[in-house]
DNA sequence: GTCCATGTTCTTTA
DNA sequence: CTAAAGAACATGGA
């Protein structure tokens, strides 16, 4: 399910409803989703507080009271859910956090459960512990997309010569690009998903950090996309899906040039887009810089857009 | 039965 | 030795 969109809107969906609120019940269903392997989760939660929900990459970071951090990965096929605690299990439903509020004294609180279901198990739950302990999240993750700078993106990728496309899954180098938004982006900043990663000139690149950002951001205001599983901490669907480019599209006409677009494979991820806008070469080497009028709206970057009439 | 899937990690290969 | 490609993980849907 998840990659960076997808995980924000679940932190989003999440926070305002169960911060503050206390872990009454843990029910851990199966316990190899844990790790490390046989550390006490289940008794290092139970009566804590949640003080913050946040992402780190594509990780759902919780902060208790007592100092204490976990996290939990969505994998390919985790969804995290907040239900009434009358709602049906469903199956492969790993941990089951009883979330009450303890301010409310009197009326019935029949609490809030706080779901983790996984039918693949490629997701978990992770023990961090607490910052004062030395016990950090941060173990060889790459920066967060969003704040990252130009100069950053470059100095990363110059040290690989792997395809683009693969550098931008590899999460120590650039943190929550999963194959959705690696091949969105690239479409937007008219890379071909086999350009050296480490050949990228200063002008590529600064095209691709911005395409990254203008790609998440717009994901995020559409909530994610939902392909299979994906759904949001209230079990509602995103809307992305519907916007995608390039991801998942082989054979239909690209929306800029309509060209079809092309799927292959790189280090074992299918991979789409257009064989026309996004050249091996680089789009400076081609003697058109701008681009039809009707296309202009597809590209996000406005080193590519002829500029309106400037103000003044 | 086959192939494929929004991810990560371990193993093998060059 | 390192870098990068491949396989493996577990389940379900087409």
Same mark, same amino acid.
């Given at each position: 399910? !998840?990659?960076?969109?997808e995980?924000?809107?679940?932190v989003?969906t999440?926070?305002?409803?169960?911060?503050?609120r206390?872990i009454?019940?843990v029910r851990?269903?199966?316990d190899?989703i844990v790790?490390?392997?046989?550390?006490?989760?289940?008794?290092?939660? =139970?009566?804590?507080?949640?003080r913050?929900?946040?992402?780190?990459?594509k990780?759902?970071v919780f902060?208790?009271?007592?100092?204490n951090?976990?996290?939990? $990965?969505l994998?390919m096929?985790?969804r995290l859910?907040?239900?009434?605690a009358?709602?049906?299990?469903?199956?492969?439903?790993?941990?089951?956090?009883?979330?009450?509020?303890d301010?409310?004294h009197?009326?019935?609180?029949?609490?809030l $459960?706080?779901?983790?279901r *996984?039918p693949?198990r490629f997701g978990g739950?992770w023990?961090?512990?607490?910052? @004062?302990?030395?016990?950090g999240?941060?173990?060889?993750?790459g920066?967060? !997309?969003?704040?990252?700078h130009p100069?950053?993106?470059?100095?990363?990728?110059?040290?690989?010569?792997r395809?683009?496309k693969s550098a931008?899954?590899?999460?120590?180098?650039?943190a929550g690009l999963?194959?959705?938004y690696?091949?969105?982006?690239?479409?937007?900043?008219?890379?071909?998903?086999?350009t050296?990663a480490?050949?990228l *000139?200063?002008?590529?690149?600064?095209?691709?950090?911005?395409a990254?950002?203008?790609?998440?951001?717009?994901?995020?205001? $559409?909530r994610?996309?939902?392909?299979r599983?994906?759904?949001?901490?209230?079990?509602? @669907?995103?809307?992305?899906?519907n916007?995608?480019?390039?991801?998942?599209?082989?054979? =239909?006409?690209?929306?800029?040039?309509?060209?079809p677009? %092309?799927r292959i494979v790189i280090?074992?991820?299918?991979t789409?887009?257009?064989?026309?806008?996004?050249t091996? =070469?680089? %789009?400076?080497?081609?003697?058109?810089k701008?681009?039809?009028g009707h296309a202009?709206?597809?590209?996000p970057?406005? *080193?590519?857009?002829?500029? !309106?009439?400037?103000a003044?």
């Amino acid at each position: 399910m !998840p990659e960076l969109p997808e995980v924000q809107t679940v932190v989003n969906t999440l926070a305002g409803r169960i911060l503050g609120r206390r872990i009454a019940t843990v029910r851990l269903l199966c316990d190899d989703i844990v790790d490390p392997p046989g550390c006490d989760l289940v008794g290092r939660l =139970q009566n804590r507080i949640i003080r913050a929900v946040t992402r780190r990459g594509k990780r759902i970071v919780f902060s208790l009271h007592d100092g204490n951090r976990f996290y939990i $990965h969505l994998g390919m096929s985790g969804r995290l859910t907040l239900e009434p605690a009358d709602s049906p299990i469903l199956k492969h439903t790993h941990l089951i956090l009883k979330l009450v509020t303890d301010a409310t004294h009197g009326q019935s609180d029949d609490g809030l $459960h706080l779901r983790f279901r *996984d039918p693949r198990r490629f997701g978990g739950v992770w023990w961090i512990g607490s910052e @004062a302990d030395g016990n950090g999240c941060d173990d060889r993750i790459g920066p967060e !997309p969003l704040t990252l700078h130009p100069a950053q993106l470059a100095k990363r990728l110059a040290r690989t010569r792997r395809a683009i496309k693969s550098a931008l899954l590899d999460q120590t180098l650039i943190a929550g690009l999963g194959n959705i938004y690696a091949d969105e982006s690239l479409f937007a900043a008219r890379l071909h998903p086999l350009t050296p990663a480490s050949s990228l *000139d200063d002008q590529q690149i600064a095209r691709l950090n911005r395409a990254i950002k203008t790609t998440l951001r717009r994901a995020i205001r $559409h909530r994610g996309s939902s392909l299979r599983d994906y759904v949001d901490a209230d079990g509602l @669907a995103g809307g992305f899906q519907n916007l995608h480019r390039v991801y998942d599209r082989a054979g =239909q006409p690209c929306p800029a040039c309509r060209t079809p677009i %092309a799927r292959i494979v790189i280090s074992g991820r299918s991979t789409c887009f257009c064989p026309k806008c996004q050249t091996l =070469q680089g %789009a400076r080497d081609t003697k058109t810089k701008s681009l039809p009028g009707h296309a202009r709206h597809i590209w996000p970057d406005r *080193d590519q857009c002829p500029k !309106p009439t400037p103000a003044r």
